[in-house]
């Protein structure tokens, strides 16, 4: 534009913050035709996508974030974990999961997430195996509240909540909602996860809720975690060989990580890098893996879930505990 230099939030601001609440997120690419589309609205004449340039886009975001800050909104970005693209979303900046999806959600949908959310980041998320996903056949299992239902953070159920749960078709449509909706992310082999927006807006409270702060050094348990190189959350990615070493690298930042370093070492505890212990999805695919091995060999009997497939992990490597530090 010819007057890039004008940060006074105005119509054309509007206009381009409507963009984000129509949708959950954007990148830079996908943001151009709708400047493009704003400027030449303004100047009365076509304006070329190419002709949109960063420094455009940056002024828009700080001017629209001035602007939306005393409404606790704020447009952030981040690297999705996998490609590497810059992502841009409008974030909240103070609620909570909770809070920010009881907006839109009854009470026994948004205490059917947070059990799914529980599975996520506990349940399938331990020292041994941190997939930090769940499957659609786990999700939906978890549709009905249990007898002895898990209260809330503050210590009482969620506010409405009749404790009957959802019917599985309402679990089923649920998932899908939140998948439009810019939370939740499926993979191709059905397995849920939590999206570069939903992982910058909950950073906070996923932390707060799921990391034992407060407990002693030896037994605290750190769920969310790090990449070591670019201080991002991790949720997919490669892991130190060492159970109880901090490491985390996304696949990308391992790549670039380790071309700068002399043979690959883990560069928290110096143990060899091996590059096939995971993070995320492919964490579950091992957990599988091993249980079948012990299954063929009469041991055991094949896992139907994560939290049997720990089990039956942790059976078989019992015995080389003691060599993995």
């Known amino acids: 534009m010819d007057d890039t ?44 996508v190419e002709d949109v340039t960063e420094s455009d886009f940056i002024k828009y975001v700080t001017t629209i974030n001035n602007a939306v800050s005393p409404y606790d909104l704020e447009i952030r970005s981040t690297f999705h974990q996998i490609t590497r693209q810059r992502i841009y ?36 998320n331990t020292r041994r195996h941190e997939v930090m996903a769940i499957s659609s056949m786990q999700a939906v299992k978890l549709a009905k509240a249990p007898s002895d239902r898990r ?34 992310e499926k993979s191709r082999k059905g397995f849920y996860s939590l999206t570069p927006r939903a992982l910058m807006e ?12 407060d407990e002693d050094e030896e037994d605290r348990m750190i769920r969310i975690k790090q990449c070591y ?11 130190c060989p060492i159970r109880d070493c901090p490491c985390r690298l996304h696949d990308i930042c391992t790549q670039r990580f380790f071309t700068t370093q002399k ?3 883990c560069p928290v505890c110096k ?9 995320g999805e492919r964490a579950a695919v091992d957990m599988k893996e091993k249980a079948k091995r012990r299954s063929s060999n009469g041991t055991s009997r094949p896992a139907q879930s994560f939290v049997e497939a720990e089990s039956d992990a942790a059976a078989g490597e019992a015995e080389v505990d003691d060599d993995d530090g």
């Open 5 to 48: 230099g004008d940060t006074e939030y105005n119509n054309t601001h509007r206009a381009f913050l409507q963009a984000f609440l129509a949708r959950s997120t954007l990148t830079y690419e996908q943001a151009k035709p709708i400047l493009a589309a704003i400027f030449g609205a303004q100047e009365k004449r076509d304006y070329l």
């Open 89 to 124: 979303a409008l974030v909240n900046s103070t609620s909570d999961a909770i809070t920010q999806l009881a907006t839109t959600h009854s009470a026994d949908e948004i205490s059917f997430l947070k059990r799914v959310l529980d599975a996520i980041f506990e349940t399938n």
């Open 151 to 184: 209260t809330s953070q503050n210590g009482a159920e969620t506010q409405g909540s009749s404790g009957q749960g959802l019917t599985l078709v309402q679990a089923e449509k649920m998932l899908k909602t939140v998948v439009e909706e810019g939370w939740f």
């Open 202 to 213: 909950l950073r906070g409270w996923l932390m707060e809720t799921y990391n034992d702060e």
């Open 229 to 239: 190189a670019c201080k991002e959350i991790i949720t997919t990615g490669q892991r």
């Open 263 to 265: 043979g690959k070492r």
């Open 271 to 279: 143990t060899e890098w091996t590059g096939r212990d995971f993070v």
